[in-house]
């Protein structure tokens, strides 16, 4: 069985930086597509940056030029980088691998429980 789980969520006062983990437990094979998203209070969840396996990433507007992710493919691992936070970036972050290759199963979709990011202005 494949898990995932969240750390390095804090609370940071604006202006400040964070960097979060996912790491996964499993005999993982291979990952096709990491991500984060986050949900703050009374919103949905929403996407924040993607990496293929190619290295290939993706982010939301209000992240592009603050956050970067990447990923280490030997450990099955995926990483945020978030500089320059805002108080608009509190929220319960998620780590995503999608069309994960485990032993003789593949998972379409997988999420970690999250990791509080708070950000006080």
């Known amino acids: 069985q494949v898990q995932l789980q969240e750390s390095g969520g804090d609370f940071v006062q604006a202006g400040g930086s964070l960097r979060l983990l996912c790491a996964s437990s499993?005999?993982?094979?291979?990952?096709?597509?990491m991500g984060w998203y986050r949900q703050a209070a009374g919103k949905h969840r929403e996407l924040v940056a993607t990496?293929?396996?190619?290295?290939?990433?993706t982010y939301t507007d209000s992240t592009k030029g603050r956050f970067t992710i990447s990923r280490d493919n030997v450990r099955n691992m995926v990483y945020l980088q978030m500089n320059r936070l805002k108080p608009e970036d509190t929220a319960v972050y998620y780590c995503n691998f999608r069309e994960v290759r485990a032993g003789p199963h593949t998972y379409p979709e997988l999420w970690g429980r999250g990791t509080l990011v708070t950000v006080s202005s």
């Open positions: 990496i293929t396996s190619d290295e290939t990433t």
């Open positions: 499993g005999n993982i094979f291979s990952i096709n597509t």
